[in-house]
Nanobody
């Protein structure tokens, strides 16, 4: 059974940066498209970014130019570098394997990002 573990969240001021990490046990992430998602209180979970097995990236318009998704095969880890953070980026962030418009694995615990104004 694949377990996803997100980390790196925290409290940061508006304009600050954070780097999130997604590690997996039971799966080799480099073989698959991986995505980051977020869920703010009272809102549905939304897609943030995807990186394909070939390294192609895609981003939601709300984070384009500020966030960067990447992967490190040697550590079986996917990252989300978040710059120029805004209060509206406040949410719990999750990673998962992307399959079309769906995800493949059970959701992990996520990591909380809080951006103060």
């Amino acid at each position: 059974q694949v377990q996803l573990v997100e980390s790196g969240g925290g409290l940061v001021q508006s304009g600050g940066s954070l780097r999130l990490s997604c590690a997996a046990s039971g799966s080799t992430l480099i073989f698959y498209a991986m995505g980051w998602y977020r869920q703010a209180p009272g809102k549905q979970r939304e897609w943030v970014a995807t990186i394909t097995s070939g390294g192609t990236t895609d981003y939601a318009d709300s984070v384009k130019g500020r966030f960067t998704i990447s992967r490190e095969s040697g550590k079986n880890t996917v990252y989300l570098q978040m710059n120029s953070l805004k209060p509206e980026d406040t949410a719990a962030y999750f990673c998962n394997r992307v399959v079309g418009r769906d995800v493949r694995y059970s959701w992990g615990q996520g990591t909380q990002v809080t951006v103060s104004s």
